[in-house]
Each structure stands twice: as structure tokens, then as C-alpha cells.
């Protein structure tokens, strides 16, 4: 048990170390600061300091504490608005009822004109 607990940082550092060298791989490259990826994948083979500067100095972070207002909020939705926030939509609906309201009228007047038997606002 002694000797598993000895080779326990050495694990923790190979680990952080892999973890560091595959989150230098994945991140899009304009949230890397300063040198390229590669530099920075060389750089966190330096065991414990490496992994510790690239999450630090090396990667951008996504919401910037002086961008949103000294708190980190919830992100901004991004994607299509709501349909009560979209006016598009709500203008789209208002032209749908008057256009609904026109078909009615002209229903109408077509029965008046006929004399549609069917029509029971008569009797």
C-alpha cells in the first residue's frame, strides 16, 4: 500500500500532463495565446510547470471577468430567438389573421351571392 501511495504524484503529473497535451490538441486556435500549439504541446512536457503555465497564460478563456461585468453569468443564448421575442414572427402571425379574416368576409359575401341553401346566419 506504502509503495502505491509513493508512485501516486507520478501518476497525478503523467495524467495531468496527457490531459494538458490533448486539451493543447483540441482547442480551436484563436483561443491560444502566444506561440502555436505545437510550442505549447512541447512546453507542458516540462512535468507539473508545463501543464500549470499552458492553463494560466496559454489558453483563452471563454467569458473574460472584465467583458462581463466583473461576474461570470450565464453565456448569452445564441440561435434562433424565441417566437415572442421574434417581431418577424409576430407580424408574420398578425398578416396570417387578417389574411384568414379577408378568406371569411369573401366566403361570406360568395354565399350571400349564391343564396347557399347551407347557410344557417340566415334563419
Known sequence: ???????????IAVGLTIFTMIDIALIDRS????????VWILI????????VIWFLLGRERLIDASQAGGSFGPRPRRGP?????????????????????RIRDLEERL?????????????
Open 81 to 101: 430567438p424565441a417566437p415572442d421575442d421574434d417581431t418577424e414572427f409576430l407580424g408574420k402571425l398578425g398578416r396570417e389573421t387578417a389574411q384568414e379574416k
Open 31 to 38: 483561443r491560444v495565446k502566444g506561440p502555436p500549439k505545437l
Open 1 to 11: 500500500m506504502i509503495r502505491l501511495l509513493a508512485y501516486l504524484p507520478i501518476l
Open 111 to 123: 354565399r350571400e351571392m349564391d343564396g347557399d341553401p347551407d347557410d344557417k346566419s340566415k334563419e
Open 44 to 51: 507542458s512536457l516540462v512535468v507539473v510547470i508545463g501543464p
